[in-house]
């Protein structure tokens, strides 16, 4: 069975950081891009970071460009997201996912996560 389940997210203060995990199985995941989407109460899913299978290629939104940094380990099949800067509003649930190729289209993506909750405290 495909397995990618986040791990890693907390409660941390204004400022601080966190580095999510997700350990991946169950797929082919070195032909697969990876991604980290978010979804906070009252707002829409919102990709954060991906990183693409065929050059290694990462994307980043606006709104953690530089504070962000998304890295694959193939040979642990694991996933990372580093997390810089933090503020209230990246207050979300975090999913790992995966994907033909990289996309800001949540339905784009084929498998998901169970996620895990970043709370950053004002």
Known sequence: DVQLQ?????????GGSLRL???ASGFAFDDYAI??????????R?????IS???GRTHYP???KG???ISSDNAKSTVYLQMNSLKPEDTAVYYCVAGSFCTWYSYGMEYWGKGTQVT???
């Open 6 to 14: 986040a791990s890693g997210g907390g409660l941390v203060q204004t």
């Open 21 to 23: 995990s997700c350990a």
């Open 35 to 44: 991604a980290w989407f978010r979804q906070a109460p009252g707002k829409e």
């Open 46 to 50: 919102e990709g954060v970071s991906c």
């Open 53 to 55: 299978s065929s050059d």
């Open 62 to 64: 606006d709104s953690v």
């Open 67 to 69: 504070r962000f940094t």
């Open 120 to 122: 950053v405290s004002s």
